[in-house]
Structures are given as structure tokens and as C-alpha cells.
């Protein structure tokens, strides 16, 4: 398949996506189950262009001056994948499967428009309703900071140590670019994406089967890392999820001490189990029902929250869902992790820690949150999180904020990472 026909098919799920408001990996799947003739690379580079025009739908719709998915996935090609108005022309000529090429009027447009002089939530490539809330939480690097979110991310991986050193699992991914990340200490990273291409299948890898390393962002391996398990501790994973955090975790106590993972969804513990088999962690009790966890009241050195939240934080990897976040949605995200917030405390011994992560960017579900928490519970006190950050990543100051008594933020622009939070919260003893 031509590029002509892979952009028509992009114009044609992004219709899809527009038309029926469902999430871009469920139209892209139908479009490949109703397209058997395509082959894995043109599946990849559609899904590629699709995805670039969700990340630069506003860049794209503004270079047009029409929010359509022509538009878009035209832009996508211009913005992202290098290519010029003329350029386009030469490689759809003579493709009869590919959209009508470029109207007089379309390039025109195109050559008066300069992406600089663009409004702000343009450049930032974000909903307007969202600009008050950046604003918020990047102040005047805003800008600057939401638009490395409409980016392509990397493929980032955690070693396990329990079965593999870095430099093994490096040596078994060789010809794909993996090199070691910049902060996590197991991370590795396999660099973003150009063009066409596409990751390399990680998870078909020996390596992978034998559990020698998960697939996690460098930001979350960070986030486990400042929660500071060690080996003689109880650890509570309050919202465990599919266990990526429980993992890292139990990496980090070197399979001793006792971590109970937990989460109020009993589906989504599920590929637990099986992750926790290949990985061999042997010191995690997965507990799902309300009188096991009622036993662990008060008795946690460690209870982490790996809060629910909007996903502000992974909008390079989800760029659909942020166009389809809403302020009541963050609204009930708030209120959800305020309750979780106050049930996880109960957990908490006098002199344990808490530790609130979320992979949000909004202050609402992260400084602001903390705050309101600490205001309700006097009994908690923020830790010295400039302190913690350099005890872990020593002279690596320039790759956070620190949000002063309250957490510290990780983000694409400084970090590389997709956009986390952290807190950690002391019980006074």
C-alpha cells in the first residue's frame, strides 16, 4: 500500500473516531478486521498517522483552517512525518487509492500560516478548557510543557533484577536501540518512532517470557523508586491495578518483606497473577476481599496509591482521551481520589509513609489534592520532597519540579517521561 492509500484509510478511521466518539485503538482494530488485505506495516503506519493527527489535532486544524479529518490526517503528514505540500503531490499522483490530492485554496492556506504565530492552546495542541489548568501547573513554561505531550513517546521497559541485569537484557534487545534511561536505574528505553515504523514486538521476545523485564514507562519506574521500599517492610499497593507498580516494588525489597496488592476492581488484578509468575515474585498477596484488607489496618510501614486519574499525564501515548476529558470527568476524578486518599490512610502505622501517584499533569488531582488531604488529616505531614529527590537521583534537580511541601512532577519536557506526580506523606508517630 501506497502512502495515498495508507492516508485515506488514516481520513477514514478518524471518521470513524469522530463520528461514533469511541477510543482510536477500537477503530483502528475494525479497520484492520475489515481490511484483512493490509499488511502489518500499513497497519502500523495508518495507526501511525491517525495517532499524529490526534496529538496535533489543533496545529493541524488551524494549518487548514478546518477541523476535518482530511485536515487532520493531511497535517499529520506535514507536522509530524516531514513532508510538504509538494512533496504530497508527487507521491499521490497516480494512486488511485489515495484521497483527492491538495486543492489551489489548500496550499495557499497553508503557505500564509506559520505554526509560531498560532494562539498558545494551538502551539500547546490542547482543548482550550484545559489552558487554566496547565497554566496552573506549568506557569509561564506552559506551553512549551503541554506541547512535548502531543509528541511521539518512546518504549520504555523495566528490568526485573530478580532474573536479569540491565546490560543482559540491553545485549537480548540488540538491533532494536534500547540503551539504559537517563534517571530509572532498571530502565531502558527503545527511542520514539519515525515515520512508518514501529516498535519492535518486546513482548514476543524470550526475554520477556523468561520475565527478565515489564513493559513501564520510565515515569512510573521513577514514582516506585522515590516510594522507597525495602526489604523488611509490609507494603500495601492500594490501587494495584494490573501490578506494574507491585512489581517494581518487589524488585526493590529483593523479593522479601510482604507487599499486599489490592484494588476495588477485582477485573483489573486479573494479569496479576501471570506477571507475577514470569517475573518470580514471590512475597505479594494479592488481596481482593474487604475482610483480608480490613486485617492490614494500621499496620503498613508503606501503602502506596497509584490514584485513578484523568491521564493528563499520558496524552503522547491516549492523544484521544484528551479530547474526549471533560471537567466533569476531572471533577469525579477529584472527588475519587479524595475518598481513596482518606480510606488508604487508615492503613498507615504511626511513622509508616503514604505515598499519592498519579499520571495526571492537573493540579487539581495533584499538588491541590495533597494539599486539601493534609488539611483534613493532621496527623500526616509532607515529606522533604527536594530532599527525597536528591537522596535518589542525585544531581539531577534540573529534571523535576518540586511542587514546595507537596510533591514533585515529572514531565516529557525535562524528565522525558510522560507526566507523573508524586507525594509522599509521613504519619506523625
Known sequence: MRLGGRLAAAIEVLDDIEKRHRPAADALKDWGLSHRFAG???????????????????????????????????????????????????????????????????????AARDLADAPDAVRADCPDWCVPHLMEAFGDDWVAETAALAGRPPLDLRVNPLRAARTKVIEELAGTGAAATALAPFGIRIPPIEGAGRHPNVQAEPAFQKGWFEVQDEGSQIAAELAGATADMQVLDFCAGAGGKTLALSAAMDNRGQIFAHDSEKARLAPIFDRLRRAESRNVQVVARPAELASLAGGMDLVVIDAPCTGAGTWRRRPDAKWRLSPRQLETRVAEQAAILDAARAYVKPGGRLCYITCSVFAEENARQVAAFLGRHRDFAPADHAALWQSRFPGRADAVRIAPGLGIALGPLHTGTDGFFFAALDRRG
Request: charged share 25%.
Open 40 to 110: 502489518a506495516g500499513d497497519r502500523a503506519a495508518i495507526g501511525n498517522i491517525v495517532y499524529d493527527a490526534l496529538r496535533r489535532r489543533r496545529s493541524a486544524a488551524w494549518l487548514f483552517g478546518a477541523d476535518t479529518s482530511r485536515a487532520l490526517g493531511f497535517g499529520a503528514l506535514i507536522l509530524e512525518w516531514g513532508e510538504t505540500p509538494a512533496s504530497l503531490g508527487a507521491a499521490l499522483a497516480g494512486d488511485r487509492f489515495a484521497p483527492e490530492a491538495l486543492s489551489a485554496g489548500e496550499r495557499a492556506g497553508i
